[in-house]
């Protein structure tokens, strides 16, 4: 496949860019651009000019991507075409002259193609790819791709005009991300994902040889993010829940179904499946819906009893909503009731486009921690209660995370908790060392 790029060979106050046009042994020529930027300002790795105030950086940054999709689009156009051409220094110099006199065809193609559009191809084609494992893209990951483009359709509507695939710079960012603060009512990190799917989509349209912006990856377009308030449990909650008697067959189901949960790391997806057919020879055994890893689990003592109270089978199957609802209750007869720093989903009607619209938004504030408990508490206080335990590989194979990053902004581990591991240690070094006196 023919390819073009960029580099500079001088080291001047001002240097002259040269265009490489090349096709393994079959062909590679270069000319000079005759575009000049000043010393340090180029960059090889991401093929622009850096931010500079000496030269209009952004559009000479435009024509560069121009003249490459225009020079392989002539290339591409004559192989259909069926001529015969050899690519020589004349003919890349004849190429260049005519996109510099007469701007680029491809600009004039790529007016017409709106962001939107972009992205519905880009999603009708996803089933079709891999990912680096190759593997097929899974549904929710789609399912995430539908949802932003849904977003950037909103904030089109709200705007009044569609957006351009070559408009996506950082005042698209600016802009949008005020809407889904604003009038969407999102939290930081719902944003951050939908900021890393347009550089997601960014990405593919330069693979497309697609004229966008190359703002995507300054450091300025950045993902939003904040400090999750997920709450955890501790040892001596989860037992006073497992002890509690409720009156209730449905809480007592409620309960056992928690106490499986916090004591295996499953995600409700993967636990409320659970059967008979998943215990085998003392290990619940399952591959992770979401990402479709097989997870192998000893069974606690807690879960072997709850099963041993119920014939060898697991509790009664309830649907994840009311397990939502019930764990709850549990957990305020329990007496999970101190005031905690937690999110709480609050519903409130906002307006957009013009039509009124009922949402539901996670709410900081102190709680009775009861109210903070749901689903979620089971894979965080599973991963938080073991490390630094046992070794954090070991709990990334059945939580599911995929790097150590990942799940060490997943646990919730205070700095106090930090000291108290610390002082821990001292006190054991402390007398490992009087033992060996």
């Not at 106050?13 to 651009?33: C, H, L, M, P, W």
């Not at 057919?277 to 979401?290: A, Q």
């Not at 979620?376 to 209660?385: D, G, K, S, V, Y």
Request: proline share 3%.
């Amino acid at each position: 496949m023919a390819t073009g790029s960029y580099r500079i060979k001088t080291a001047n106050d001002q240097n002259s860019i040269y265009y490489r046009f090349k096709q393994g042994a079959q062909f590679d020529v270069e000319i000079s651009t005759d575009i000049q930027v000043p010393d340090g300002r180029w960059s090889s790795t991401k093929q622009q000019v850096l931010p500079t105030i000496d030269v209009d950086y952004k559009n000479i940054n435009l024509k560069l991507k121009e003249l490459d999709v225009f020079v392989n689009k002539e290339f591409n156009d004559s192989k259909i075409s069926g001529k015969k051409i050899l690519i020589t220094g004349k003919w890349l110099k004849e190429k260049m002259a005519f996109y510099f006199k007469n701007g680029s065809k491809s600009k004039k193609i790529n007016e017409q193609i709106f962001f939107a559009d972009f992205i519905k191809k880009f999603i009708e084609d996803a089933p079709k790819r891999k990912t680096k494992n190759n593997t097929p893209i899974k549904r929710r990951t789609i399912q995430d791709y539908q949802t932003t483009l849904n977003k950037i359709e909103d904030f089109e509507k709200f705007m009044g005009e569609k957006v351009n695939l070559d408009s996506v710079d950082l005042n698209f960012h600016s802009n949008f991300i005020h809407y889904l603060e604003t009038v969407a009512a999102l939290n930081d990190n719902t944003i951050g994902g939908y900021i890393n799917n347009v550089k997601l989509f960014c990405r593919s349209a330069i693979l497309k040889r697609h004229v966008i912006s190359m703002d995507f990856k300054e450091k300025q377009f950045y993902s939003p993010s904040n400090t999750t308030h997920d709450i955890y449990l501790q040892e001596e909650e989860i037992i006073k829940i497992y002890n509690t008697a409720y009156p209730q067959d449905y809480l007592d189901n409620a309960r056992d179904w928690l106490i499986i949960g916090l004591r295996t790391g499953l995600r409700v997806s993967d636990l409320l499946t659970l059967t008979r057919k998943s215990i085998n020879d003392g290990f619940i055994e399952l591959r992770n819906k979401k990402t479709d890893y097989p997870v192998i689990i000893p069974l606690h003592r807690n879960v072997s009893e709850i099963l041993e109270k119920r014939d060898g089978s697991f509790p009664r199957k309830i649907s994840d909503t009311n397990f939502n609802v019930y764990i709850k209750e549990v957990a305020k007869i329990a007496g999970l009731i101190e005031m905690t720093t937690g999110g709480k989903i609050s519903e409130r009607t906002i307006e957009i486009n013009g039509k009124k619209e009922t949402i539901h938004r996670k709410v900081i504030g102190e709680y009775p921690k009861h109210e903070l408990v749901s689903s979620h508490i089971c894979r965080r206080t599973f991963a938080t209660l073991l490390y630094g335990k046992i070794d954090t590989l070991t709990i990334m194979k059945i939580t599911g995370h995929q790097t150590e990053r990942q799940f060490l902004a997943y646990v919730k581990i205070t700095p106090k908790e930090y000291a108290e591991k610390l002082k821990a240690y001292w006190k054991l070094m402390g007398q490992l060392e009087i033992s060996n006196n």
